[in-house]
């Protein structure tokens, strides 16, 4: 890992979760906005600050999955430095069962298993309505993006650079993804749509890669994104439950995964699909002994 220089005091560092952006606020010292996992990127993200003779004074976090905040603890733990992150996500941070709210197709060993040690007490919280905050004596634009999860926020530095976190997806990564991470598929939109308005001199995605112009990714996002609604409409076939629909979708998309982690996240973004069709009115749910059951208007 190393530190590149994005525009002024803004910089980024490429981490095996993605990329990550830090703020520097004087010679050895500066804020990191997201951490990275806790296995693969923890030992090299700190000897990173070590050799760099720089250590985060302050740590934001976008939102709590593991690929962002896996290191936001041990950091504050090693350097003393608070964490700052939106009201929703902090109360998801608390314990490992408030993260279980996001993944209920696990069991609570199998989330505790995963998520020992990356939860994260939060120093400073973003209230909903907060546009712009001070951090560590540092003012942020704070961009509401929720939809990925509940407080899912983006962050404009000083210096005019946006980091946009998982509100888009760089074109490599929609042509990898199969089932795009949302837990609310309308908000995921809204948000995706509202950047159009944003005016930044740098747009940095946390997977991956620094941009100067969004406006032809934000676009192809969103037709990404309705694109593979159409696809999970498609494979509902007269009167379903969702686990019959759930698999339809597997098989159409050739996934395979046994793991808990990917069925559970895969459940939770084939429900977003779900809502999103059902109050899109094109849906009809009807719930019979305890299990919903769906077919097309």
């Keep these: ?48 600050f070590e050799l760099s003779n720089m250590r985060p004074k302050g740590v934001i976090v976008s939102h709590t999955h593991y690929d962002h905040a896996g290191n936001a603890q041990a950091l504050k733990d090693r350097y003393g430095c608070p964490i700052l992150a939106s009201l929703a996500e902090a109360g998801t941070a608390m314990s490992v069962m408030s993260y279980r709210g996001a993944y209920p197709a696990m069991t609570p060993k199998e989330i505790d298993d995963m998520m020992a040690g990356q939860c994260y007490q939060v120093d400073q919280v973003i209230m909903p309505r907060e546009r712009v905050t001070l951090f560590c004596g540092v003012p942020f634009g704070i961009l509401p993006l929720y939809g990925h999860t509940p407080g899912h926020i983006g962050v404009v530095t000083p210096d005019h650079v946006a980091y946009l976190a998982d509100a888009l997806m760089s074109e490599e990564v929609m042509h990898a993804s199969k089932m795009p991470s949302a837990v609310c598929r309308e908000d995921d939109l809204k948000a995706k749509k509202s950047l159009h308005a944003l005016k930044c001199e740098a747009y940095v995605l946390a997977h991956r890669g620094v941009y100067t112009q969004i406006g032809d990714l934000i676009d192809k996002n969103v037709a990404f994104i309705l694109e593979r609604a159409e696809l999970v409409y498609s494979c509902l076939e007269g009167d379903m439950s969702e686990e019959e629909w759930v698999r339809a979708v597997y098989r159409r998309l050739e996934m395979h995964s046994r793991r808990a982690f990917k069925c559970a996240v895969c459940e939770r973004n084939m429900r977003s699909f779900i809502d999103y069709l059902a109050d899109g009115g094109r849906v009809v749910i009807e719930r019979r002994e305890g299990v919903c059951w769906y077919h097309k208007k």
């Design 1 to 48: 890992m190393e530190l590149k220089q994005v525009l002024g005091n803004t910089y980024v560092i490429d981490a095996a979760a993605g990329t990550l952006v830090f703020y520097k606020t004087g010679a050895h010292e500066g804020i990191l906005i997201d951490t990275g996992y806790a296995k693969e990127d923890r030992e090299e993200l700190i000897r990173t």
